[in-house]
């Protein structure tokens, strides 16, 4: 078992205060859950895969249990700031702790973008100015703001993630409530043919599979500030169990009450449209007050995304600051101890920079690539656990590994090139560090 010893020393550097409960942890995981993937990633899926998007949002949540179950273990018994990435250096090696901290990085950054992409979309729609240059404007400004709104620190940033989170989930039951009657009326028309037809049509529902697993990842913010929970081994699993039937219930029924009340072709398309596919929904069956409803939600949804995965993210950074995988300065920790504030910034200068690419469908699917590939190293260190350290069977872990590298190259395949590329890129970055460390 591969272990290295964390770097606490110099300037700045120190542990974050345990500042979340149960309640916290779990809205935490439902802020970043809940966002991105049930108000676009479904219609991007629902595009490439027609009405089995339904079925690939089931499989997908299948998926994600066994990841989060493994996630919920290793968390308990390791409960520091970086998830997988320091999981990695534990219980494996360092190679594969770094790809996986890379892979976080780079797949939740690509998330974030297709979540302040969103916010655009639907924001500028309600105002009757949708298009894509201010589209893209404006989910680089909500990138920076949010970013200004995490340096303040976790307190603050939780608080704000609280309300966020009842306003969307209010938002989507109102969506529920008013398509599901209607797909149910329709189902015989918009549920047929349930799978895609001709050649590539398993391909395409297994790419749709891979997709909508991205939109059940945010129970992994729970893992990844295990630093800042209480009661780690008590508070972490629950958290991630709830949050992920949660979610599953949830994307569900949207799924359901999309697909079948506005059918999957006009939904993949008004996505790629206006990247406001539920609100047009509900504008298609006249419903012009509830539209208005979802609109508000998922905006909301969008900043609770944005904001936990900016927090998510900077305390990978600040992890692997921590073991000079990263500069050091992204260990410092601001004088109230309260935010590694160099490790904010720089996540928030990556993520308004993906944004300015403007491309739901090319940030969704670059981050469904590189996120099954963190998951992978979170199941194989799983596996290494013992003891009392192992929570859930064994074969959790080896189905939820062998599905994460089996969906992970049904995406485009210029998507898992550019993976295998940001891979191959990041560990000749982590092999000139080391060098250069070992000559000092």
């Known amino acids: 078992m591969a272990t290295e010893s964390l770097p606490t020393s110099g300037s700045g550097q120190g542990l974050l205060p345990r500042q979340l409960g149960l309640f916290g942890a779990t809205m935490m995981g439902l802020g970043a859950m809940v966002g991105a993937g049930v108000f676009v990633g479904i219609g991007v899926a629902a595009a490439i895969a027609g009405p089995s998007v339904v079925l690939a949002v089931m499989i997908a949540a299948g998926v994600a249990v066994c990841n989060g179950l493994s996630s919920a273990q290793l968390a308990a018994s390791h409960p520091v700031s970086g998830g997988t990435y320091e999981y990695g250096y534990k219980y494996l090696r ?37 298009t894509p240059g201010a589209i893209t404007a404006l989910g680089m400004v909500v990138s920076v703001l ?25 938002a989507l039951m109102v969506f529920v409530a008013f398509t599901l009657p209607v797909a149910w009326e329709r189902a015989g028309t918009n549920l047929r043919p349930f ?10 529902f297994l790419e ?40 599953a219930l949830l994307y569900t029924a949207v799924g359901l009450g999309a ?80 935010a590694p504030t160099v490790a904010v910034i720089a996540v928030g200068v990556l993520v308004t920079a993906l944004a300015a690419l403007g491309d739901v469908r090319l940030t969704w699917s670059f981050s469904a690539f590189t996120v099954l590939v963190y ?66």
């Open 146 to 170: 949010v970013t200004l709104l995490v340096l303040g620190g976790l307190k603050r940033s939780n608080l704000a993630n609280v309300l966020i989170v009842s306003v969307t989930l209010l």
């Open 259 to 338: 697909v079948g009340a506005y059918g999957a072709a006009s939904l993949g398309a008004v996505t790629g449209q206006e990247a406001a596919p539920l609100e047009m929904v509900l504008r298609a069956l006249g419903h012009p007050a509830a539209a208005t409803v979802v609109a508000v939600g998922a905006m909301t949804a969008m900043l609770g995304v944005l904001l936990n995965l900016i927090l998510g993210l900077s305390r990978v950074a600040l992890a692997m600051g921590r073991r000079n995988d990263l500069p050091e300065a992204f260990a410092r920790i601001d004088r109230r101890g309260s």
């Open 375 to 440: 998951y992978a190293i979170t199941n194989l260190a799983a596996l290494r656990l013992r003891g009392d350290a192992r929570l859930y069977p064994h074969w959790v872990s080896v189905l939820g590994l062998l599905s994460c590298l089996f969906l992970a190259f049904w995406v485009e395949p210029r998507i898992w090139l550019g993976g295998l590329g940001s891979i191959a890129a990041g560990l000749l970055w982590h092999g000139w560090r080391r060098r250069l460390l070992k000559q000092d």
């Open 195 to 204: 799978f895609p037809q001709g050649d590539g049509s398993l391909a395409a």
């Open 94 to 130: 360092p190679s594969l702790g770094f790809t996986a901290g890379w892979m976080f990085l780079l797949a939740k950054s690509a998330s974030a973008a297709t979540a302040a992409l969103g916010f655009g979309g639907y924001l500028l729609h309600v105002v009757g100015w949708s």
């Open 208 to 247: 749709a599979c891979a997709l909508m697993f991205v939109a059940y990842t945010g129970y992994g913010r729970i893992a990844t500030m295990g630093e800042e929970v209480r009661e780690p081994r008590r508070n972490i699993p629950r958290a991630i169990i709830a949050v992920m039937i949660a979610s």
